[in-house]
């Protein structure tokens, strides 16, 4: 359980608070500002849970993990879930998240302009598909430019288990839908995307389609693939020793993306 879990190492702050939902209701977010001085390039990220399960907390361990090694302001956004909000109730939340981020990115001590985007599992699905609805939104602004995407689950997933989550987020005729599956969409334009496959992980497959289909569209698109790992294994913060070197990558992923330059 959580409750057992480590916490995972410290960061200089933890600040908690709301932004407005898709529906205009105060949803929680978790900010993680590293110890160093900023402003710190932000990085917007999002739970897993297969859309049922989590919440702005239940990745602290990732979170404070990854904002220590990447010198990033995290701020982990919850979105509404299922079965009280099907789909595409998150896949909302989440760009409305991305949105009030990169608006109020400089008061929250981050460096304003582009955000990176990211999530892990059912997070990573709802990353993708906000940084899709960015670019289609950006006929202004800069877009939430570059995107993050974990896409990993492992033995902890089971076939059942993904077909429990689906039945509660979506109808299996909106499951093909770009906001549900964001390989379906428009993929041309997207910001360079960096994507995180396991090799025990029934979604692996999915993982490196989407890769191979973002640069198929001009895209960039890293992968990291954790050889011999599962799912669950890269987020285990303080028990899976031989994930941290991923998550060096995964950390220096968001610093690339965050400062391209």
Same mark, same amino acid.
């Given at each position: 359980?959580?409750?057992?879990?480590?916490?995972?190492?410290?960061? &200089?702050?933890?600040?908690?608070?709301?932004?407005?939902?898709?529906?205009?209701? $105060?949803?929680?977010?978790?900010?993680?500002?590293?110890?160093?001085?900023?402003?710190?390039?932000?990085?917007?990220?999002?739970?897993? &849970?297969?859309?049922? /399960?989590?919440?702005?907390?239940?990745?602290?361990?990732?979170?404070?993990?990854?904002?220590?090694?990447?010198?990033?302001?995290?701020?982990?956004?919850?979105?509404?879930?299922?079965?009280?909000?099907?789909? $595409?109730?998150?896949?909302?939340?989440?760009?409305?998240?991305?949105?009030?981020?990169?608006?109020?990115?400089?008061?929250?001590?981050? !460096?304003?302009?582009?955000?990176? !985007?990211?999530?892990?599992?059912?997070?990573?699905?709802?990353?993708?598909?906000?940084?899709?609805?960015?670019?289609?939104?950006?006929?202004?602004?800069?877009?939430?430019?570059?995107?993050?995407?974990?896409?990993?689950?492992?033995? !902890?997933?089971?076939?059942?288990?993904?077909?429990?989550?689906?039945?509660?987020?979506?109808?299996?005729?909106?499951?093909?839908?770009?906001?549900?599956?964001?390989?379906?969409?428009?993929?041309?334009? /997207?910001?360079?995307? !960096?994507?995180?496959?396991?090799?025990?992980?029934?979604?692996?497959?999915? &993982? /490196?389609?989407?890769?191979?289909?973002?640069?198929?569209?001009?895209?960039?698109?890293?992968?990291?693939?954790?050889?011999?790992?599962?799912?669950?294994?890269?987020?285990?913060?303080?028990?899976?020793?031989?994930?941290?070197?991923?998550?060096?990558?995964?950390?220096?992923?968001?610093?690339?993306?965050?400062?391209?330059?």
């Amino acid at each position: 359980s959580s409750a057992a879990r480590p916490t995972g190492p410290e960061v &200089g702050e933890i600040v908690d608070g709301t932004y407005p939902a898709a529906d205009g209701s $105060p949803l929680a977010y978790r900010l993680y500002r590293p110890a160093t001085d900023g402003p710190h390039p932000v990085v917007v990220y999002f739970h897993g &849970g297969g859309w049922v /399960l989590g919440d702005e907390q239940s990745d602290d361990p990732l979170c404070r993990d990854l904002c220590g090694r990447s010198n990033c302001l995290i701020v982990s956004c919850n979105y509404r879930h299922a079965p009280e909000h099907r789909f $595409p109730a998150a896949a909302h939340d989440a760009f409305a998240a991305v949105q009030w981020v990169s608006e109020h990115a400089a008061e929250l001590g981050g !460096v304003p302009g582009s955000v990176v !985007v990211s999530g892990w599992s059912a997070g990573g699905n709802v990353a993708a598909v906000a940084a899709q609805l960015a670019r289609d939104a950006a006929t202004v602004h800069d877009p939430a430019s570059p995107s993050l995407t974990e896409n990993a689950d492992g033995y !902890v997933l089971t076939r059942a288990l993904m077909e429990w989550f689906w039945h509660h987020y979506a109808d299996p005729a909106d499951r093909e839908h770009p906001l549900a599956s964001p390989l379906r969409g428009e993929l041309a334009g /997207l910001p360079p995307a !960096v994507i995180i496959a396991c090799e025990f992980d029934p979604l692996r497959d999915e &993982g /490196l389609a989407y890769a191979e289909a973002l640069r198929d569209a001009g895209v960039p698109a890293d992968v990291i693939f954790g050889r011999g790992h599962t799912h669950t294994s890269l987020t285990m913060v303080d028990m899976t020793i031989s994930s941290v070197p991923y998550r060096e990558q995964m950390a220096a992923a968001l610093r690339r993306l965050a400062d391209p330059v």
